[in-house]
Each structure stands twice: as C-alpha cells, then as structure tokens.
T-cell receptor, first 114, second 114 residues
C-alpha cells in the first residue's frame, strides 16, 4: 500500500547511457514532482506536473525529460548520462498545486554514473 | 524572494535532552512553512506545517515548532530526545512562481547520544 513508489531503487550505469526512473502515486493527488538530492543532502526541485500538465521546469539540462502519462504517474528519462548526474532522485506528490499542500515523497532512486 | 536558512548543519544531543533545530525564513508575505524528516535511505516525511491558524504547531513524534514573525523564525523543538530521532531534518517554504514549489533548507543532521 505504498503511497509514492519509485523504481528502480538503485541505478548504476556508465556515462553516455540513457536511463529512466518511474514513479507512481496511489494517493489520488493532482500534482507530482521530481527533486534531486546531491551528496550534501541539498534538495532541489526539477519539475512539477499538475494533472499531466507541466507547471515547473527549473534550469535543468534538456537531457532530462519528464513524462506524465496520467496524473498518477510521472517518469523521468535521462539521456547521455554524465558523472554529475549522480545523485538521489526523489519523486513526490501533493494533493493539489497550492502552497499549503505538503509533499509526499517516494524512497528515492540512487543513480550512480561511472 | 522567499527562502529558508537552517543554522547548524549538525546538532548533537544526549538522549532525554531538549532538541532545538533552528530555521529562519525570509518572505515578503506570510509564508507556509514546513518541517520534514529524512531517515537513512528513505524519502522525506512531513513532521508539521504552519499555515497561520496557530503560531505553535504540534507535529508527529512529539515535535513542535513555533512561528515567530518578529524573529522570522520557525524553530523545531522536542522536549526529550530519543535515539530514534537521529535523522536529517529539513525546514521548507513554498513559493508561488506560476506554480507552487517547495524550497528546502540545507538540512540539519541530528545525532542522539546514549
């Protein structure tokens, strides 16, 4: 009965490869997000989607492409992986796109690029 | 622009001692403020949120935070630390930039000594 689930939990790959991370939420929330957490635990938002529509697109290389097939899913595809992409990527959701809605996080995908 | 600053990247307390984790915000309008906790290898979980209904906010696991507008602070406290409280704690504020995004502080790692 996991609320926000991400797969895979670990991802080890070589530079130049393309990889995807999947996220699903069963909370009935309208808004989903991708956050990146670096090695110093700093969290930075990458994207947000509200009801399948892209709302926030931070200054993220266009090698990163989110896709939301429906409001319960938000996947992240990364092309031409680089060493600096190594981080933990968190998917999150909130009930609606408003400032008082707290975030519900998945357990993260630890990406290691070698 | 709204942001949050957490004072102290590491805090160490003895079991049973008071926990105090500091957070200051900068905002031109009344903010929505949050505290989240992250246990090792997990996503963030909401501890509590301030939404202007009351300045003293009670959260889960015995934590509470007090909103002080005059000091632009939202410090997190717990009267008696437990070993299980050892984790990373994040203060956060929500920005409206055409879509709502949550901005996190740099985090404070809490250590609890037996």
């Amino acid at each position: 009965d996991t609320a926000v689930s991400q797969t895979p939990k670990y991802l080890v790959t070589q530079m130049g490869n393309d990889k995807s991370i999947k996220c699903e939420q069963n909370l009935g929330h309208d808004t989903m997000y991708w956050y990146k957490q670096d090695s110093k635990k700093f969290l930075k938002i990458m994207f947000s989607y509200n009801n399948k529509e892209l709302i926030i697109n931070e200054t993220v290389p266009n090698r990163f492409s989110p896709k939301s097939p429906d409001k319960a899913h938000l996947n992240l595809h990364i092309n031409s992986l680089e060493l600096g992409d190594s981080a933990v990527y968190f998917c999150a959701s909130s009930q609606e796109d408003r400032d008082s809605s707290p975030l519900h996080f998945g357990n993260g995908t630890r990406l290691t690029v070698t | 622009a709204q942001s949050v600053t957490q004072l102290g990247s590491h805090v160490s307390v003895s079991e049973g001692a008071l926990v105090l984790l500091r957070c200051n915000y900068s905002s031109s309008v009344p903010p929505y403020l949050f505290w989240y906790v992250q246990y090792p290898n997990q996503g963030l979980q909401l501890l509590l949120k301030y939404t202007s209904a009351a300045t003293l906010v009670k959260g889960i696991n015995g934590f509470e935070a007090e909103f002080k507008k005059s000091e632009t602070s939202f410090h997190l406290t717990k009267p008696s630390a437990h070993m299980s409280d050892a984790a990373e704690y994040f203060c956060a504020v929500t920005l409206n930039t055409g879509g709502f995004k949550t901005i996190f502080g740099a985090g404070t790692r809490l250590f609890v000594k037996a």
